[in-house]
C-alpha cells in the first residue's frame, strides 16, 4: 500500500501562498476602510463645524436680529444645548433596533442639513424649527459614526 504524504517543504510553500493572499485581502480592506474613513472624517468635521458655528452665534443672533431678550434667548440656547446630550442617547437606540448604522447616519446627516437650511431663513418660527430637529439628526449621525468607526 502506498501513503502519500506530503513534504514539509510542501507545507510550507501553500503557507506562504496562503499567507500572502490573507496580506493582499489585509491590505484591500485596509484601502476600502481608508476610503470610507475619509468620508466619516469629512462629515463628522462639516457637522462639527456647524454645531460650533450654531452654538457661538445663536444667542447673539437671537439678540440682535430678532430683539429676543436675553432670558429667552438664552432659554433657547439651553434647551437646543440640552436636546444635543439627550438625542444620542436615542438615537443610537433607533439606529440599533431599527435602522441600522449606516442609514441612521445618512438620515441624520440628511435631518442635520435641513436643520441648517431653517435656521438660515429669516423668522424666529424658522429658527425654532432648526433648533429642533438638528438635535434629531445629531442624535442618529454621532452614535452611528462612532460605532462604523470601531
Known amino acids: 500500500m502506498f501513503i502519500n504524504k506530503k513534504s514539509p517543504r510542501h507545507l510550507k510553500k501553500n503557507s506562504h501562498l496562503s499567507q500572502a493572499m490573507n496580506n493582499m485581502n489585509e491590505k484591500h480592506k485596509m484601502k476600502k476602510s481608508m476610503k470610507s474613513l475619509a468620508v466619516i472624517y469629512a462629515a463628522e468635521v462639516c457637522e462639527l463645524f456647524g454645531r460650533f458655528a450654531i452654538t457661538s452665534l445663536l ?28 438625542m444620542p442617547c436615542i438615537g443610537g437606540y433607533i439606529a440599533d ?18 436643520g441648517n437650511i431653517f435656521i438660515a431663513l429669516p423668522h424666529l418660527n424658522n429658527v425654532i424649527v432648526g433648533l429642533s430637529i438638528i438635535p434629531i439628526g445629531y442624535g442618529l449621525f454621532v452614535p452611528s459614526c462612532t460605532t462604523i468607526l470601531g
Not at 60 to 68: A, E, G, P, S, V
Not at 75 to 86: K, P, S
Not at 97 to 114: C, E, N, S
Request: net charge positive.
Open 59 to 86: 444667542v447673539i443672533y437671537l439678540t440682535h436680529f430678532f430683539k429676543l431678550a436675553d432670558s429667552q434667548a438664552f432659554t433657547l440656547f439651553g434647551g437646543f444645548y440640552a436636546l444635543l446630550f439627550v
Open 97 to 114: 433596533k431599527y435602522l441600522g448604522y449606516r442609514l441612521a447616519a445618512v438620515i441624520g446627516a440628511a435631518i442635520m442639513f435641513l
